[in-house]
């Protein structure tokens, strides 16, 4: 078997169950191009560019429907502009230790699907990013733990996207979150994952904006076991609790619901 690069490949390098990093990608898909948009992306993209690849292990996609767009803040987002951008996200984590490989694959994947014009063009990315792992806070001391969290029902994900004016600063917030933000008990809020951002390859396709914030971001994850609109008093202030602190600003704070795959649901719930 020595000599097959596939078994090597298999043999090689870390595979434990631990998340390393994580695609993160928010789309705008244009008007007019939203249900094109959704069946391209779960009936090829979401497998052929995504989870068909070595070490990304685990994926789900969330959809923000106008009344969720609404609950967006703050107007003025360095992330989303204008703040309803962005109503498909979708995310994945990386085996801990095979970022560099599954990039590799992920790069000459999609210079693949775009010569073989599999690649939709009519969207824009709001915030896409590979984000390294920065940290998880836990309600439960027992329960689903970071790896299941795209595989358990949970209903709903915020995306909380906390900006710094430099790198040691973010790093005090990081402190900050891992120490004040667990979430309490009774709360719908089951866990919070926190990454940061990574600059993207050279060699990356030319529609993917360059990463911001590479030392100076962080984005939290929640997953939540009630619908984020029944539960947003949990949200609405945290801008300001953020703010209090002096080491950083909210740019974005997005609810999200779970697309149901294979289907037009939310499709013509995207614009008013």
């Not at 945290?238 to 080491?247: E, N, P, R, S």
Request: net charge negative; charged share 20%.
């Amino acid at each position: 078997m020595s000599d097959d690069l596939y078994y090597t490949l298999a043999q090689t390098g870390p595979y434990a169950p631990k998340i390393g990093s994580a695609l993160i990608t928010m789309v705008e898909p244009h008007p007019g191009h939203d249900a094109a948009y959704n069946r391209w992306y779960e009936d090829d993209h979401f497998n052929a560019g995504a989870m068909a690849f070595p070490w990304l292990f685990a994926g789900r996609r969330w959809v923000a429907p106008v009344p969720y767009q609404k609950l967006r803040y703050p107007a003025d987002s360095a992330v989303a502009q204008p703040i309803e951008a962005g109503k498909y996200m979708s995310t994945y984590w990386i085996t801990d230790g095979q970022f560099e490989a599954q990039m590799r694959w992920a790069v000459g994947t999609n210079h693949r699907l775009f010569a073989d014009e599999r690649v939709f063009l009519q969207r824009d990315h709001t915030f896409t990013s590979f984000q390294r792992a920065r940290g998880v806070v836990y309600r439960d001391a027992v329960g689903p733990r970071d790896v299941h969290a795209l595989n358990y029902p949970y209903e709903g994900l915020v995306v909380e996207v906390i900006d710094s004016p430099d790198a040691a600063t973010c790093e005090q917030m990081l402190a900050w979150l891992l120490a004040e933000r667990t979430p309490v008990a009774g709360s719908k809020v089951a866990i919070g994952t926190i990454f940061q951002p990574m600059p993207l390859p050279a060699d990356k396709q030319p529609y993917v904006k360059d990463v911001e914030g590479v030392d100076t971001r962080l984005t939290i994850l929640w997953f939540t076991e009630a619908d984020p609109a029944q539960i947003w008093d949990e949200f609405a202030g945290v801008g300001d609790l953020v703010a209090a602190t002096g080491l950083g600003r909210v740019e974005l704070m997005a609810p999200f619901i779970p697309t149901l795959p294979g289907t037009e649901m939310y499709v013509d719930q995207l614009r008013e």
